[in-house]
Nanobody
């Protein structure tokens, strides 16, 4: 069992930056570092899409739409996940979710078993 709580969302103008954080509480025989972690987002009327994922050792995988603008990172001591978002665009507007799983480094939602409640990011012109 893993509980995830996101924070850091808000409203920003296009070109601005936000940093999302996700605090993980692990109630299983595994440790936080045993989990692949990822950020997903979902805009109204659209499917949930993978944004970025990261392994225990920091290997990363990004969606093409955010490469060069977003950076995913994790702190295995603080049981935390981060998403630094720069050069934000209106099309980045969505609810952003933190996810944990033990399957693989992936941007597919089925690879993740645990999800946070999400944090809203709104980018205006």
């Amino acid at each position: 069992q893993v509980q995830l709580v996101e924070s850091g969302g808000g409203s920003v103008q296009a070109g601005g930056s936000l940093r999302l954080a996700c605090a993980a509480s692990v109630y299983s025989g595994y440790s936080y570092s045993d989990y692949f972690m990822a950020w997903f987002r979902q805009a109204p009327g659209k499917e949930r899409e993978g944004v970025a994922s990261i392994t225990e050792f920091g290997a990363t995988y990004y969606a093409d739409s955010v490469k060069g603008r977003f950076t995913i990172s994790r702190d295995n001591v603080k049981n935390s996940l981060y998403l630094q978002m720069n050069s934000l665009k209106p099309e980045d507007t969505a609810k952003y979710y933190c996810a944990a799983g033990r399957a693989a480094l992936s941007l597919h939602p089925l690879s993740y078993n645990y999800w946070g409640q999400g944090t809203q990011v709104t980018v205006s012109l």
